[in-house]
């Protein structure tokens, strides 16, 4: 697969395949052990009621039928206390060969007719029925499913493996964590994915004991339960609680509210609204272009975008220069083969390398201004006047007025300055709903934003951005193309469940423009399923960036160090500080972190995870 054409999707596909090509041996050694126990105490009936008749029928020989037959013909004397003779001769029976004449009396008629009728049976019931299936995983693939679990310790439990789901075990798998997935259905439209990744699908409720301890519960680390139903994933929560009091659980949950109130019950980062993770996202979308990602944070939000540098552009220099510049942070390097580079503030940024940004919307669109070919050497060209950027359009359209939709006009009404919004909703919405947004400055409509007249009605020739986020992949794309058709220019901001789909959009309506809800939420249940800590998380295609806040007191490993230090030696960016109250985001390298500050740091989880393990260790 060319790495250059192919998606961070495809390409994490591809690298978990070559990684997880087959079990260890020691692992299916220890599964087909488990499968035979399973096995045995299913088939415990036939194969006991075949032991019992083959021994009775011995026993008979031994005591009784060959002791008469030596008083009577002198056949067999001497073999009466051999067992091994009676046993072969029952075996003999078995299948239908008479070791010896018919006997008179009614038990012995009994025994010789009864061992090689119901003793097939019995052998067809449970020997012959049991090899197959010990040999043959194909007939019961739930049963060896359940078997390959038991092998799993110190793993993640997902729950759910739809779009979210699958997303969560992917990143996962990534970072090297094992999993092992409950689904209702085995035919699932991800369960050949996970049979090729290796990860256990066991088929089942999981709000049922049973399901949960199949899936390894008391050995695993943490459980997540992202089931597209708010009372199923509780549910799942509190029944895996129930047995593991202490299991780290991490529910995806649709309501905002339930969030908030289930945090303040079981604990905080165990709940995480899927529209509250993309709504951030969509709303800075919608405002600014070529936006990644986005982090809510109390002192405004803080985006991802990626740049590619243009040839002697005010972009290309050292790291250090241009994150002082423009109040950025330069998160990864990579150059134009996508090979990454290691960034320090003395790394050189050159021409048609890739670099992740991370700062404010103003800051990134200034970055975005800048990057123009040749504008390093604008100073040598007298006839050279200075960009002026044309005022652009300042309407904000926005299609839905569900969830995600409302979600996205609360973050715009506070943004300075504030776009003009205009919302267009169903015309059964109801009339509090459409005051409410009135009350706030915004203009609503009613009606069906495929319709050309309803995006006219809304001023569509003179808006900015069109942000379709209803809750039907179809129809987002449906209002993207009509918006596209009235006014070929305007910024489109689309929404889409599927993560492949939004892939695919992407290249038709532009960089960046098609976000799927389960690639902004999935990054944050996988994050917050491997630490209690984690606030928020983003996929960057290799690595999961996470961030966490930390409150640094006389012990800690992080006091008394620059905020340049923290980064370079620990690979911890300090993207928040709190100091006597005052909050800073990103503030400067020379900056010293003191006892008693808190501070917000974004880096992988590996990083994370060494902060903890340093911590734990000097505890």
């Not at 809510?296 to 540098?309: F, N, Q």
């Not at 880096?603 to 260790?617: I, P, Q, V």
Request: neutral net charge.
């Amino acid at each position: 697969m060319s790495t250059l054409n192919a998606s961070e999707d495809e390409i994490r596909l591809e690298r978990l395949r070559q990684r997880r090509r087959s079990y260890s041996l020691w692992r299916l050694l220890r599964a087909n052990f488990y499968d035979l126990r399973m096995l045995l105490r299913q088939a415990w009936v036939p194969l006991a009621s075949l032991v019992v008749l083959l021994l009775a029928s011995a026993l008979y020989l031994r005591l009784d039928y060959f002791p008469r037959l030596c008083v009577e013909s002198g056949a067999f004397c001497g073999v009466d206390g051999d067992f091994a003779t009676s046993l072969y001769a029952t075996l003999l029976l078995l299948v239908f060969e008479a070791p010896t004449d018919f006997p008179n009396d009614l038990g012995g008629r009994l025994i010789f007719f009864g061992v090689p009728l119901f003793g097939l049976f019995f052998l067809l019931q449970s020997v012959v029925d049991f090899a197959q299936r010990l040999f043959d995983k194909g007939l019961r693939r739930e049963g060896w499913q359940t078997a390959l679990a038991s092998t799993f310790s110190g793993h993640v439990i997902v729950c759910g493996i739809g779009r979210v789901g699958y997303r969560t075990v992917l990143q996962l798998l990534d970072v090297g964590y094992d999993v092992v997935a409950i689904d209702h259905d085995m035919g699932s439209e991800f369960a050949i994915t996970m049979s090729r990744l290796k990860v256990p699908l066991i088929v089942g409720d999981a709000r049922e004991p049973e399901v949960l301890t199949q899936a390894g519960l008391a050995r695993a680390h943490s459980l997540i339960a992202a089931i597209n139903d708010d009372l199923l994933n509780v549910e799942i929560a509190l029944a895996a609680r129930r047995k593991c009091p202490g299991l780290q659980t991490v529910m995806r949950i649709f309501n905002r509210q339930l969030d908030q109130h289930l945090e303040l019950t079981i604990g905080r980062n165990t709940a995480f609204s899927s529209s509250a993770l993309a709504a951030p996202t969509l709303a800075a979308a919608a405002v600014s272009e070529a936006i990644m990602h986005v982090f809510h944070l109390p002192g405004g939000p803080l985006a991802l975008s990626e740049v590619t540098v243009a040839g002697e552009s005010d972009l290309t220099g050292f790291v250090g220069a241009i994150e002082q510049a423009y109040g950025v942070r330069v998160l990864r390097l990579r150059d134009a083969k996508r090979y990454e580079r290691r960034c320090t503030f003395m790394t050189r940024i050159e021409g048609n390398d890739r670099i992740l940004l991370l700062g404010s919307l103003d800051a990134l669109e200034r970055v975005r201004l800048a990057n123009r070919t040749d504008s390093k050497l604008s100073f040598l060209s007298a006839q050279m006047q200075p960009v002026h950027d044309e005022p652009r359009p300042n309407t904000v359209i926005v299609c839905g007025m569900g969830k995600v939709g409302s979600a996205i006009i609360r973050l715009l009404l506070p943004m300075k300055p504030r776009p003009n919004l205009v919302a267009i909703c169903k015309p059964d919405t109801p009339r509090w709903q459409i005051e409410d947004l009135e009350a706030g400055g915004v203009r609503v409509l009613r009606g069906d934003a495929r319709e050309a007249a309803v995006l006219e009605k809304a001023g569509i020739a003179d808006a900015y951005a069109v942000a379709a986020v209803v809750g039907d992949d179809l129809a987002n794309l449906q209002i993207g193309m009509v918006a596209r058709s009235l006014r070929p220019e305007v910024h489109l901001v689309l929404r889409v469940f599927s993560d492949v789909l939004a892939e695919r959009l992407s290249g038709l309506f532009g960089i960046n423009t098609v976000y799927s809800t389960s690639a902004l939420a999935a990054p944050t249940l996988a994050a917050a399923a491997i630490s209690r800590e984690i606030d928020h998380a983003v996929d960057l295609g290799e690595r999961i960036f996470a961030s966490q806040t930390i409150v640094i007191d006389a012990d800690s490993t992080l006091g008394q160090r620059t905020i340049g230090a923290i980064r370079e030696q620990d690979n911890l960016l300090v993207i928040a500080l709190q100091h006597n109250g005052q909050l800073t985001q990103l503030p400067t390298p020379e900056r010293s972190v003191v006892p008693g500050d808190e501070i917000m740091v974004l880096a992988d989880l590996k990083a994370l995870h060494r902060l903890h393990t340093d911590k734990k260790r000097k505890g």
